[in-house]
């Protein structure tokens, strides 16, 4: 297994890992903290790609994507804090009201 | 000398790969949200370690800088600020454990057999590109996504000021 390859594989893996913690874990701060794993995944595949072909395109990729967590944090905690506020709980299965 | 040193960046880059994958199946298994973003940022930290191996150096620099500090300490003070302890603290999995499992072991699976099985593009010599090679590529081709990123920015800023005020007009 060659360098890339391994690390596309830590890129699928992780991305894996993150996309199981989005799924078995109850904690809602816990699966936000798993959606980052994910994009971390996402962005290694693009810096490993990128550096193979010697483009630019993917690290300027991985910059709009270190954009977009950010907002995505921004937004995702205060709408968490008012979850909280509301129920005062972090599991999910006590917003399965939410639904529709 | 020479062969030893890129030898040994090559293992560093192993090492760096496989602490982050054991990072990321720590924040699977541990139980505290403190304990997995501690996890994580270990994990974005090694990521950065890579980045930097690989010679992509301002991309390993803005990982620690944004995603380290940024990002995962507005998570560290989320956590600190929501210390609830509910149901989700005494039991970590939701019913979904046995099939969400199931469901990575099969997609990783799936990809390694491609990956033992397909076609490889031949590996070529990685090509290093540099910061100033990035810089022209990133305000002369994707100038529009530069400033889109803005407008996404005071998007965020504005739905989370929303987000707070609405909630205060409701409760």
């Given at each position: 297994?060659?360098?890339?390859?391994?690390?596309?594989?830590?890129?699928?893996?992780?991305?894996?890992?993150?996309?199981?913690?989005?799924?078995?874990?109850?904690?809602?701060?816990?699966?936000?903290?798993?959606?980052?794993?994910?994009?971390?995944?996402?962005?290694?595949?693009?810096?490993?790609?990128?550096?193979?072909?010697?483009?630019?395109?993917g690290a300027v990729l991985v910059f709009l994507i270190f954009v977009v967590a950010a907002a995505e944090i921004a937004v995702a905690i205060p709408i968490v804090l008012l979850l909280v506020r509301r129920k005062r709980t972090l599991e999910t299965d006590a917003y399965s009201d939410l639904k529709g | 000398m020479e062969a030893l040193l890129q030898n040994l960046d090559t293992l560093l880059v192993y090492v760096f790969g496989v602490a982050a994958l054991v990072a990321g199946a720590l924040m699977i298994v541990l139980r505290h949200p403190m304990q997995v973003a501690m996890a994580l940022i270990s994990a974005m930290v090694f990521l950065g370690g890579v980045y930097g191996l690989l010679g992509v150096h301002f991309i390993a620099a803005f990982q620690v800088l944004i995603y380290v500090g940024a990002v995962m300490v507005f998570m560290v003070y989320a956590i600190m600020l929501l210390d609830v302890r509910d149901k989700s603290y005494t039991q970590r999995f939701s019913r979904f454990l046995v099939l969400g499992i199931a469901g990575a072991v099969i997609f990783v699976g799936v990809l390694v057999y491609g990956f033992a099985h397909g076609q490889h593009a031949s590996a070529r010599a990685s090509v290093s590109f540099g910061l100033q090679q990035f810089a022209s590529a990133f305000l002369n081709e994707y100038w529009l996504h530069f400033e889109l990123t803005s407008v996404l920015l005071v998007a965020a800023v504005v739905a989370a000021m929303a987000v707070i005020r609405g909630s205060k007009r409701h409760g």
């Open positions: 297994m060659d360098k890339l390859q391994f690390l596309v594989f830590v890129s699928v893996a992780l991305f894996a890992l993150g996309l199981l913690g989005v799924i078995v874990r109850r904690n809602l701060l816990v699966m936000l903290m798993c959606m980052e794993l994910m994009l971390n995944g996402v962005n290694l595949s693009l810096v490993s790609f990128a550096q193979q072909t010697g483009t630019a395109s | -």
